[in-house]
């Protein structure tokens, strides 16, 4: 559903801060696929997700998603096939307004948008159904500003308008990482329960070894701009943390130490 | 006797320039976006109407119209150098200002049009309604009644039509991109085009008002746009001081139009009590300087005293 061929991504070329990141990534994805991606920092993947994404291009290569080409596609063009949860959770949410009229401005994800008015009373009452899932009582406070809500609550409210109208691929950016460890583990169930719900495709980017192993039919590693490891089934339910170190070891050297990658 | 006179007068100088507040709102507040081509946009307005009317004879209402249209086209100038060309946000609207400065002393072929002896909106509504004499009121009195009159229902119009426009699928959308570019981009909007739409409907607002105010005061000048945005400004904070909380949106556009109003009246306070008229633009800024700069004295202020708190 996803193919990613050869992509090749330098930022600043020709300047001292010159950064390959990107050095020939391929990576394919099937349909339901929920796939956790982690890897030290610079490795590129945020920059890979970015891309998917349509915040900037690539040099050179290809992303085609459901036989579509969208390596090139606007990032507000293709919005209409993905749903997105950034790390920042103010980032997927406008803080000013109400939390009705964010879920509306999702629900409209993909489709024209005219002169009609921006949130219909049947709407409110699917927005009520879905808030309910989530369980944290935001199905009361449909008026509040979400600036108001804490970041767990914001990035619990991102999740369900990734997913209020289906994407085609969901992408989770660390989503979980400026949250306590406590809210990050709820906010992960969360995340699971909706991939399933709605059989959703979504690819995870995670610091946390235990998490990536623990979520997801599929694990990759990347390391400088390139998958490096890619366990899926089986020999990945029976995957360990130490695997994990000793793969990335192998392929990075003594550079682990320094890295904020978690181990647990 | 002479004080009540001068707010009258305020009164209905505060709901003629209603409007450009409420333009300068939709950049400032709604877009997030200081757009500094609103000096040039209310020039524009006023003098298109003045030259519709005195050189070509046109009907004062429908000059109304095109000085909005114009304004529209120099907001969409403006939006096209930010988010096409990458312009920063300010310089791209100092830019609209500088060329529309030109472009308003070509339109009007000198620095101003005089619309003495010339049929305005204002006459023509004044010219409707029976005698002053016969009314028992002074023809100034008259005259201010209908400024006044004219002035609240273009105001509330204009309010009406923001409060609808912002509430669509596609007004949501500008707010939204005020707010959050990534996150409305994300959702599949075309921010770009959101900020030109903002600005286009600001600026043909202001240009509106600046029509407006010509034919209300009987001339279009070439200068008459300068300080506008920080006149539109202290409309905006002094409505924002007064009402903390508006229980609704509608209720924040009208306490735009209260401080619009309470500006010109708090104007005419000083110049009664004596400040040179030259001191004017200065009074205005320092006001409007205090007014923006209150949210951060206040968290100083907490700041303080949770320090104190802390060492008690």
Not at chain 1, 218 to 233: K, P
Request: hydrophobic fraction near 50%; proline fraction near 2%.
């Amino acid at each position: 559903m996803l193919k990613i061929t050869d992509l090749y991504k330098t930022f600043n070329p020709n300047t001292v801060n010159e950064k390959l990141v990107l050095k020939g990534l391929n990576l394919e994805l099937k349909d339901g696929d929920f796939v956790t991606v982690i890897g030290g920092n610079g490795a590129g993947k945020s920059t890979m997700l970015n891309m998917i994404a349509g915040v900037y291009f690539p040099d050179q290569g290809s992303i085609v998603l459901d036989g579509e080409d969208i390596t090139y596609l606007p990032e507000y063009k293709r919005a209409k096939y993905l749903g997105r949860v950034f790390q920042d959770p103010m980032m997927g949410t406008a803080s000013n307004m109400e939390i009705q009229e964010n879920l509306a401005l999702a629900y409209r994800r993909g489709k024209k948008r005219g002169l009609s008015w921006g949130i219909t009373k049947e709407e409110k009452e699917l927005y009520v159904e879905k808030l309910k899932v989530l369980d944290l009582g935001l199905e009361t406070r449909l008026t509040s500003k979400v600036g108001l809500l804490s970041g767990g609550q914001r990035q619990a409210l991102t999740l369900l308008m990734a997913a209020l109208r289906k994407p085609k691929l969901l992408l989770l950016d660390e989503h979980t990482a400026a949250l306590d460890p406590k809210t990050a583990d709820k906010v992960l169930e969360l995340s699971e329960q909706i991939i399933r719900d709605n059989a959703l495709t979504a690819l995870m980017i995670t610091h946390n070894m235990k998490n990536a192993i623990q979520y997801g039919n599929r694990l990759i590693m990347m390391y400088e701009g390139r998958v490096v490891y890619d366990v899926s089934g089986e020999e990945k339910r029976n995957l360990k943390v130490k695997d994990l170190l000793e793969k990335f070891q192998s392929v990075s050297g003594a550079e682990f130490a320094n890295d904020r990658m978690m181990l647990s | 006797m002479n004080i009540i006179m001068a707010m009258f007068g305020a009164v209905s100088q505060g709901l003629t320039w209603a409007i450009l507040a409420l333009g300068v709102y939709l950049t400032f507040r709604v877009l997030n976006f200081a757009d500094m081509s609103c000096e040039g946009s209310f020039a524009l307005g006023g003098s298109i109407s003045a030259v519709l009317i005195v050189k070509l004879g046109w009907n004062p209402f429908l000059t109304v119209i095109i000085a909005t249209l114009a304004g529209m086209i120099a907001g969409f100038i403006t939006g096209v150098l930010h988010t096409k060309l990458k312009i920063p946000a300010i310089l791209s609207g100092i830019l609209t200002m500088i060329g529309l400065y030109s472009i308003n002393l070509r339109i009007m072929g000198q620095a101003n049009t005089p619309l003495i002896g010339q049929r305005t909106m204002f006459s023509i509504v004044k010219d409707l309604l029976p005698e002053a004499s016969a009314l028992g009121m002074m023809d100034s009195t008259l005259q201010t009644w209908v400024t006044m009159g004219i002035g609240l229902v273009f105001t509330v119009v204009v309010i009406a039509l923001i409060y609808w426009y912002l509430g669509t699928e596609i007004g949501c959308c500008i707010r939204a991109t005020g707010n959050n570019e990534v996150m409305v981009r994300a959702q599949g909007v075309n921010t770009d085009s959101m900020k030109i739409l903002g600005l286009v409907i600001s600026n043909g607002l202001i240009a509106l008002s600046g029509a407006i105010v010509t034919q209300s005061q009987g001339y279009a000048d070439v200068k008459m746009g300068v300080g506008a945005i920080v006149i539109g400004l202290a409309s905006i904070v002094i409505g924002e001081v007064l009402f903390l909380r508006p229980w609704n949106f509608a209720f924040r556009l009208f306490s735009i139009m209260i401080g619009s109003i309470i500006y010109r009246m708090i104007i005419a306070v000083v110049l009664q009590m004596g400040l040179n008229t030259d001191d004017l633009k200065l009074f205005t800024a320092i006001v409007v300087a205090f007014a923006l700069s209150i949210p951060q004295l206040k968290k100083n202020r907490m700041t303080v005293r949770k320090g104190g708190n802390f060492n008690a």
